[in-house]
């Protein structure tokens, strides 16, 4: 609480908090002297305004009053939730994804109780991949080499109430599979042709360093492809 009287001799003053519904005075909490702190958790909800009373040597008094204010507990911290895109993969506690995949932070602040939604506001959210520094989130962003990264991220709200730091883990794959087509058996090769009966047969064994095989899929002679099966 915080208030000046001027006056040419000695004066007193004491303030109140005075609580309005529909403008009407309801209540008044005090009385509070310069300096003093008012623990807004020790008060309700609602609108205030700040009397001031003031009285010098000669019992001469004055008073004012502030303009109304509003009392909000808000003492939640936002909650952010990292969001990824399409394409990727998830198995077991493995996210992989491909340079191109965007990945976008959600934020909500609540107030009271976490899940109520009614914070006051999220002011802004702070990033870092793998070993840089914190900075300023400005939109959905990619990560383009290939490999473990690691995403931390956190918000804040406009009274400073501020989450504690999350972390999720992506690994981009940008390698795309290796496919070798293996015949039964030896053939013959010439002029960098090689022949097969009508009895031979062949398979595809792909590999992929990463992510792992999706589906292996084969055309003959320019046909429409099919999903090869082992």
């Known amino acids: 609480v915080n208030y000046t009287i001027t006056d040419l001799g000695p004066s007193s003053a004491t303030g109140y908090l005075l609580k309005y519904e529909n403008n009407i005075i309801v209540s008044s909490t005090g009385p509070f002297k310069v300096g003093d702190k008012i623990h807004l958790n020790s008060i309700s909800y609602g609108i205030y305004s700040l009397n001031v009373e003031a009285t010098d040597w000669a019992g001469h008094t004055s008073s004012a009053t502030s303009g109304q204010f509003e009392v909000v507990w808000d003492t939640q ?123 031979d047969y062949f398979k595809l064994i792909s590999t992929d360093n990463l992510s792992g095989i999706n589906q292996i899929v084969y055309s003959i002679n320019n046909s429409s492809y099919d999903i090869y099966s082992q």
């Open 77 to 199: 911290p936002p909650r952010t939730t990292l969001s990824i895109d399409t394409p990727k993969y998830v198995i077991g506690i493995s996210t992989y994804i491909s340079a191109k995949t965007r990945i976008l932070l959600n934020t909500t602040d609540d107030m009271l109780i976490v899940g109520d939604n009614k914070g006051l506001g999220v002011k802004g959210t702070q990033i870092a991949i793998d070993t840089t520094t914190f900075a300023t989130y400005s939109g959905t962003f990619t990560i383009t080499n290939e490999g473990i990264h690691t995403i931390k991220y956190y918000s804040y709200d406009v009274l400073g109430n501020t989450e504690s730091v999350k972390t999720s883990t992506v690994i981009i794959d940008t390698t795309p599979p290796n496919t070798t087509l293996i015949p039964d058996k030896w053939l013959y090769s010439n002029a960098g042709k090689s022949y097969a009966t009508p009895a």
